[in-house]
């Protein structure tokens, strides 16, 4: 096949593609327009989140094949549309579901043993023992929302600390060794934790609100390695701030653009929920990282050339 990468990736795919036969041409800096007006020309196309895979990209790519991109979620593409034209869709969770249990787990850990507050007060000549006196997850309970590669990564983390894992899916039987499914309704009322594991759909839009939030019984701590427009920041801000939820770690933010490279447009017109994530000593915040690993970056493009060298 004839193949078209239009994000740079590890040097073993195209390397791994080409001594399978296949033709690799890389346009890393073209316009969406300008790749479309030779997209007919290629059987496949790689991707990471440059620009959208929408209807108008779809009908001009006349032979395609396949879309592949490397990461974990198919956002960025027309799915039900691709899959009408009979294009095979492809992504890569399993290579950065590993990358993504750690971080979150670090996340945790981070906020659970303040951290953050209590490396910049020693950095500024504080010692504040009793202030920066931390939790154990040994007894807590960590429920899940998501139980698929991303969150059974982050559940098998957890099995060394002796904390209860609970997780819910709208799919039914998924629930292992290392975490028990339960109903949302029974996740909200024993969760110490919560962690988000889902992908970006409308089911999952605005997930996390002000009403979400009052349903759990405790106060609870949020992580968010899954994606930013699940949870609606305004509402998050007002739950830190009536202790609601003790403090959160997010890996991902409403603002960020679809591509993932930028956190908004204009700078300058900051929201004000995101002032108050900044400066808050109980947040602990980075920039869409969490899969993005030196190691993973090696599995997702194995993931990916596996994937391709195995269609029919």
Not at 8 to 15: C, K, R, T, V
Not at 68 to 95: C, F, T, W
Not at 217 to 230: D, E, P, Q, V, Y
Not at 261 to 282: C, G, R, S, V, W
Request: net charge negative; charged share 25%; proline share 3%.
């Amino acid at each position: 096949m004839k193949i078209l990468h239009i994000d740079s990736n590890h040097a073993l795919m195209i390397q791994q593609l080409a001594a399978a036969g296949h033709t690799n041409h890389e346009d890393y800096t073209s316009s969406k327009e300008e790749i479309e007006a030779k997209i007919a020309d290629y059987e496949g196309v790689v991707i990471r989140s440059r620009f959208k895979i929408d209807r108008q990209f779809l009908d001009a790519a006349t032979n395609l094949r396949f879309i592949a991109r490397v990461g974990a979620g198919l956002e960025s593409i027309d799915i039900p549309y691709a899959e009408s034209k009979g294009v095979h869709l492809i992504a890569a969770p399993e290579g950065n579901r590993n990358a993504v249990g750690e971080h979150a787990l670090g996340m945790l850990l981070m906020l659970f043993n303040k951290l953050k507050q209590a490396d910049a007060e020693v950095r500024n000549g504080q010692w504040n023992r009793e202030k920066n006196r931390g939790l154990e997850l040994e007894g807590k309970t960590v429920g899940l929302i998501g139980y698929g590669n991303m969150g059974n990564a982050f559940a098998k983390k957890l099995q060394g600390f002796d904390c209860e894992v609970l997780c819910y899916d709208i799919r039914p039987d998924l629930g292992n060794a290392n975490a028990r499914q339960v109903s949302l309704e029974e996740l909200q009322e024993k969760a110490d934790v919560l962690s988000l594991h889902t992908p970006w759909t409308p089911l999952t839009d605005k997930m996390v609100d002000a009403d979400f939030i009052k349903g759990f019984k405790k106060s609870f701590w949020l992580i968010n390695t899954a994606r930013g427009k699940s949870v609606v920041t305004a509402d998050l801000v007002e739950a830190l701030k009536s202790g609601k939820i003790l403090g959160a770690g997010l890996d991902v933010l409403e603002y960020e653009k679809l591509s993932f490279e930028n956190l908004f447009t204009d700078a300058a017109q900051m929201p004000e929920p995101l002032k108050y994530l900044i400066t808050a000593e109980n947040v602990v915040l980075t920039p869409h990282i969490a899969g993005w690993t030196v190691e993973s970056k090696i599995k997702l493009a194995q993931t990916i050339v596996d994937k391709v060298l195995a269609m029919p």
